[in-house]
């Protein structure tokens, strides 16, 4: 690894060599200035000074993305200076490599002084075993003479106190030198750190520029970088009166490394074009909506408004995320840009950004769809929201001061209605029953005929009159030679293709009405049909 690490370096640092031989070479790191995030990539600029400058030198933009186009990069500089040419690598500067080998060699140093120390205290310990080995092998005492009892406990207190001394020493001889071993693991360690600076390559845009005078002039740099991405989201509050209050958001994650602070920050509809030239031409081909999941505006075709566990995160770090020009998305060009700069973090971290509130007037009704639940759906309907630039997106709904959840909202057709689904009211109930008594089957020739009544029932429990839309169904043959025929819709339109009734009332409070269903199947006697 550090191999590799090395003749990376030395490339680097071959091609930065060519270009210093050649003429004078600038380092700068200018913060970004302004970024332009669109459905995936951002325009990202950069801006500074550059003065004393004359002749051809080399000004190098360090410490940007290493995630970068580099056909799309965009130069701004004074009147009197032009761009010989642009080069974008990655790269270490060369002062942090300098950086690194002057801490490296300063460690080192360290460490052998170290090590010196160390090797001096091994010593000395050895001085003092071989001490306490002496002692203890002259502990017998061999004299000719006897000894006197003050002399014996003269020698013993001279053993002890010895042997105890020399313990002590020992002692603190390991543990000054488990003190240095520490010191030189460390060391050691922050070698390898440091080192480690010399593996975290940065994008580098390297500007050969020609300047006629020494006078103090502005540069910016622009680039396209694919280090960027934002999602529409928002909060939706629905008023007592239907109006439906919008706070718009913008979902945005960049992962350049460098965090957005208190920088422009706008976003924009659409992805961006990386070439100077225009595009093709591209036919512009209707996409169909054949399953939506959840209350998708205005569609209906299911029932499942809550969320799926799995999808309670709408990006995941597989990448499976919806750009602003994922299918179903608007076609329209829309900027926004907030009015308070955004602080946005370099490592991906998804950050919310406000941009504006704005208000749809609205009204409030009702879906009742009786064969598949008792209590309605509550919604704010509005047919007047084409002007408010609305994007697809997530939304979270609050009304009468609680939270509903949220929905995954896809624009109708301009002129068509936008509906906000509130969730079920237990206020507003319906009923759908089989009338088993007005229900027969008969045969004749090779035929069967059998005739249903249903009863629909629904009741307004509100203090206040509601509009309601009413939705049952009757079944739809699945092969020609099955018949299914309205015998009574009670007022109904009747839609055959999909065997859809609809109703269209106003309730008032406390009321309850009934609608009676009848239809008829015709089909083969050997057939078996099951769900009528």
Request: hydrophobic share 40%; with cysteine; charged share 25%.
């Amino acid at each position: 690894m550090f191999l590799r690490i090395s003749l990376l370096l030395v490339a680097v640092l071959a091609v930065q060599t060519a270009w210093s031989q050649r003429y004078p070479v600038r380092y700068v790191e200018w913060r970004a200035t302004q970024a332009t995030v669109f459905g995936q990539g951002a325009w990202v600029e950069h801006a500074g000074q550059v003065s004393g400058a004359t002749g051809e030198f080399a000004l190098i933009l360090d410490g940007i993305t290493q995630q970068l186009d580099a056909r799309t990069i965009q130069v701004e500089l004074p009147e009197s200076w032009r761009l010989v040419g642009t080069q974008f690598t990655t790269g270490v500067r060369p002062e942090i490599s300098e950086e690194v080998e002057a801490f490296c060699d300063a460690a080192r140093e360290d460490i052998e002084a170290l090590r010196n120390t160390a090797s001096m205290r091994e010593a000395l310990h050895a001085v003092y075993e071989e001490e306490l080995l002496m002692i203890q092998s002259n502990r017998t005492l061999s004299h000719q003479e006897t000894l006197l009892m003050e002399d014996m406990q003269d020698a013993a207190d001279f053993w002890r106190n010895r042997v105890k001394e020399l313990k002590y020493k020992q002692l603190e001889l390991v543990q000054e030198l488990a003190d240095l071993t520490s010191q030189i693991e460390d060391l050691e360690q922050a070698m390898r750190e440091e080192r480690q600076r010399l593996s975290r390559f940065t994008g580098q845009i390297r500007l050969r520029i020609q300047a006629e005078d020494a006078s103090a002039g502005p540069i910016s740099v622009r680039y396209l970088t694919q280090s960027a991405h934002w999602l529409p989201e928002y909060d939706v509050a629905i008023a007592p009166d239907g109006a439906i209050l919008f706070d718009r958001f913008a979902s945005v994650s960049q992962t350049t490394g460098e965090d957005w602070e208190g920088i422009p920050v706008e976003f924009v509809v659409g992805n961006p074009l990386s070439t100077l030239a225009p595009p093709s031409f591209e036919r512009w081909v209707l996409q169909h909506r054949s399953e939506v999941r959840g209350a998708m505006a205005g569609s209906y075709s299911n029932l499942d408004f809550a969320p799926q566990e799995d999808d309670a995160m709408m990006w995941d770090s597989k990448g499976e995320e919806r750009g602003a020009e994922a299918p179903g998305m608007a076609t329209d060009r829309f900027r926004f840009n907030p009015a308070v700069a955004p602080f946005v973090v370099g490592t991906g971290e998804r950050e919310r950004v406000f941009i504006e509130s704005f208000e749809l007037p609205g009204k409030l009704s009702y879906l009742l769809m009786p064969y598949a639940s008792d209590e309605a759906f509550q919604l704010a309907t509005s047919d007047r929201w084409a002007s408010s630039r609305l994007l697809p997106g997530r939304v979270q709904v609050e009304a009468g001061g609680a939270f509903r959840g949220w929905f995954d909202l896809l624009l109708p057709a301009p002129g068509d209605t936008l509906v906000v689904p509130i969730g079920q009211d237990p206020q507003v109930r319906c009923s759908r029953e089989r009338l088993a008594d007005r229900c027969s089957t008969s045969g004749f020739g090779g035929k069967h005929k059998s005739e249903q009544t249903w009863v629909i029932e629904v009741e307004n429990l509100h203090s206040r009159p509601v509009e309601t839309r009413i939705e049952d169904r009757i079944p739809v043959a699945s092969r020609p030679d099955v018949v299914v025929e309205l015998l009574d819709g009670d007022g109904a339109s009747y839609d055959a293709t999909q065997g859809k009734l609809t109703w269209t009332e106003s309730l008032q409070p406390g009321e309850r009405r009934s609608f009676t269903v009848r239809y008829r199947i015709e089909y083969p006697k050997g057939l078996s049909i099951l769900n009528f």
